[in-house]
């Protein structure tokens, strides 16, 4: 009697079961020896709050540096500018645009602008199961405060204690906030030198910041504006060579 289909293919499964069985194994004990103990599938995401907390502090110990380089610098320029009186001269007239530049440290009465997310719902829970991107402040948020403060005449602005020049440039990534290299978390704190009555007026007339208080009454969001007798900014520490623009031809 002749051997059915059915019992070939029988046959033909129970010979590849062992070499399935010994594939297996070597794959799970090739994982095994790869992972060390470890969870492949976090990958590289496990590693990236170490590598953020690295590159701030790579941030940190250049921008140190920057800052030792550039007073050496000035010292070496007051000593040539106390020998050659055309020196003295293109610094005294260098020096009359370093205030509006940012480059000198600044004090007086201003305004302060506090940003922050939704606080967390308990169980993970969203209002309404509205999206995340609600509940979290972002770039055009800061972007509409800063140039408020502009608009107004402001002597100088900061956030988080850095001050901003006319090349500076804010970039939120999720939420969290990317400016000269640092990277901060909510909340984000805007200050500035200036009038305090006429910043208010052009916070609140501003479409972005209008926009912001209205998911602030919606969904929980922090804005928060108040006056300050005496706001101490930094002078600007980071470069000064622009990296992407250039200028335009000339005919």
């Known amino acids: 009697m002749s051997r059915s289909p059915r019992w070939r293919r029988l046959s033909l499964w129970t010979a590849l079961v062992p070499v399935v069985a010994l594939v297996a194994g070597l794959l799970f004990a090739t994982s095994s ?6 969870d492949l599938r976090a990958g ?13 502090a790579d941030v940190a110990r250049q921008q140190e540096e920057l800052a030792r380089l550039q007073q050496q610098v000035q010292a070496l320029t007051d000593q040539a500018a106390s020998r050659n009186s055309e020196v003295a001269a293109a610094q005294a007239e260098g020096a009359q645009g370093t205030t509006s530049a940012g480059l000198t440290a600044l004090e007086g009465p201003g305004l302060s602008v506090t ?29 509409g405060v800063v140039n408020a403060m502009w608009a107004a005449g402001a002597d100088g602005v900061a956030i988080m204690g850095q001050r901003l020049i006319a090349t500076s440039a804010v970039i939120c990534v999720g939420n969290t906030l990317l400016l000269q290299g640092r990277t901060y978390s909510p909340p984000f704190v805007v200050t ?15 479409y ?10 919606q969904f929980g969001l922090t804005y928060q504006v108040s006056d300050q007798r005496q706001v101490n ?16 031809p000339t005919d």
């Open 33 to 38: 020896r790869t992972a060390l103990g470890t």
């Open 44 to 56: 590289e995401s496990s590693q990236l709050p170490g590598l953020i907390q690295q590159r701030d």
């Open 115 to 143: 940003l922050d997310d939704a606080p967390p719902e308990p169980n993970g829970a969203q209002p309404g199961n509205t999206s995340p991107d609600n509940l979290v402040i972002h770039q055009s948020d800061v972007q």
């Open 192 to 206: 500035a030198i200036g009038d305090a009555a006429q910043m208010r007026q052009r916070l609140a007339a501003s």
């Open 208 to 217: 972005e910041v209008q926009l912001l208080e209205a998911a602030v009454d």
């Open 233 to 248: 900014l930094p002078a600007y520490e980071g470069p000064l060579e622009l990296q992407y623009a250039t200028t335009a």
